[in-house]
């Protein structure tokens, strides 16, 4: 265990002793004088001996005090150069948190070119369904669905999450034609306990039926693809298999609705305006801006219609 004195008086001493002058010590350190002296004498008492030399209205250093300034302020370096070494790396890496669907659909396509256009910033991102905990986990900025409303966090909209049933062209032919969500609802759905599908089925009063054997996926991305590969209809977020209903390996089968959630960018509210996350969160808006559906998703999140009617 080390046997230090107060730290708050070794910081007053190394200015005062820098400057052999208590005013402008007190002036560096936003202190009055009258604390400056309190603490050089503090750090005298529990020492033993005086550090400083008072003459003629000013302060200078007693003989047994310069190897402890010449010191104290080469151990005040070294912390410095230490915290902006620190600082300097954390300010060149960009740690984001984001769910697995979002993170493959709609940031892994992106990513690379925001790395791009910010050459000196290095990205991780850490895909997790979790929510990331910013006072334990190592990310600066994080993807969440939800109302946008966590306690001690700065949260902005990024898009609605509005979603209809999907297949591939070749499972509408075999099986199809569907011609209503009674058609659809009666047909190879996949995870039909879904939440997803239960609240579209509702919306269109459509009785729960009673469960039925089914493949059951534990995520979006595994059901787009299995409906890619014609083994069913899933229930997928518009805004990010849109590429696939626009080249035609998906068909939507029934209308969308919006779901009573949103994505959002948020991170620590202390940390809103710094640089590298106001740069992410800037570009990542632009990005949900610039969307072939931004009409749909960037629909304020507020409004409250539940369903969209979008062209066949």
């Known amino acids: ?22 005013t402008t010590a007190a002036e560096e350190l ?3 004088q009258a604390a400056v002296s309190y603490q050089i ?12 030399r008072r003459e003629r209205g000013r302060v200078m250093l007693s003989e047994d005090a310069v190897p402890l300034a010449t010191q104290t302020s080469a151990a005040f370096d070294l912390l410095n150069e230490a915290v902006a070494r620190i600082r300097e790396e954390d300010e060149s890496m960009l740690t984001i948190s984001s769910y697995g669907t979002f993170s493959n659909r709609w940031l892994a396509p992106r990513l690379g070119q925001f790395q791009l256009d910010q050459s000196d910033l290095a990205v991780r991102l850490d895909v997790n369904d979790g929510l990331v905990d910013f ?22 909209f990024l898009m609605r999450v509005q979603y209809a049933p999907m297949a591939s062209p070749g499972f ?8 209503g969500p009674e058609s659809i ?25 009673p469960p039925s054997p089914a493949i059951r996926l534990d995520s979006q991305m595994i059901e787009g693809s299995a409906a890619l590969a014609g083994q069913g209809i899933a229930m997928l977020d518009l805004a990010l298999w849109n590429n696939e209903l626009t080249d035609g390996r998906l068909v939507r089968l029934g209308p969308a609705i919006y779901g009573n959630s949103s994505v959002w960018v ?29 009409s749909i998703i960037r629909l304020d999140p507020g409004d409250p219609r539940r369903e969209v009617a979008l062209p066949d």
Request: net charge positive; glycine share 6%; aromatic share 12%.
């Open 172 to 179: 509408v032919k075999q099986f199809g034609p569907f011609d």
């Open 135 to 156: 006072a334990r986990d190592d990310a600066d900025v994080a993807i969440r669905i939800g109302r946008g409303d966590w306690p001690g966090l700065y949260s902005r």
């Open 41 to 52: 004498k503090s750090l005298e008492a529990w020492l033993g001996l005086p550090l400083f």
């Open 266 to 294: 948020v991170c620590p509210d202390h940390l809103r305006n710094q640089s590298k996350i106001k740069l992410f969160r800037d570009w990542l808006i632009a990005e949900a801006k610039a969307h072939p559906l931004r």
């Open 1 to 22: 265990m080390r046997d230090l004195p107060p730290l708050a008086a070794i910081r007053v001493f190394e200015a005062a002793a820098r400057h052999e002058n208590f």
């Open 185 to 209: 609802m009666a047909s190879r759905i996949l995870s039909p306990d879904d939440r997803w599908w239960i609240n579209w089925s509702r919306h269109f009063g459509i009785p729960d039926t």
């Open 30 to 32: 936003g202190m009055s």
